[in-house]
Each structure stands twice: as C-alpha cells, then as structure tokens.
C-alpha cells in the first residue's frame, strides 16, 4: 500500500469511514499514516488488508461527489 499526502484513506465498514492523509510516516509511501478523519480527529494509522488508498481529488469512497459531504 502507498499513499501520498492529500489522498483519502478508505475503511471497510460503511461510505463515511474514510479520512485524508495529511502525513506519511513510512518509506516511499508505506505505512504508518496520519490520517485526520471527518471528525476532525488526527491519528496514526496502520492499515489493515480490507483499507484502500483513494488518490486526492477522486470521488470514490466518499458517498457523493469530493467537498460535498463534509
């Protein structure tokens, strides 16, 4: 898994688990992340197998169109 700052990340679970990585921790794009969910809330994330990295600026995982729903 490879994620770049700006990109979504996007949990298993339901079309609102996602948040934006604001922060990458690891080599060439691997994990941990610092993701700031919907909420507001800033944390560290390690993903597990079922996560997916949505590139920033794609509308897929946010249930609707990227600036809508927040």
Do not use: F, N
């Not at 794009?29 to 944390?43: D, E, F, L, M």
């Amino acid at each position: 898994m490879k994620a770049h700052v700006g990109d979504r990340l996007v949990l298993a679970g339901g079309p609102d688990r996602y948040g934006v990585v604001i922060g990458v921790l690891g080599q060439h794009g691997a994990p941990p992340y610092v993701i700031r969910w919907r909420s507001g809330h800033v944390a560290m994330v390690l993903p597990d197998q079922y996560a997916r990295i949505v590139p920033g600026g794609h509308p897929a995982g946010t249930g609707g169109e990227l600036g809508t729903d927040q």
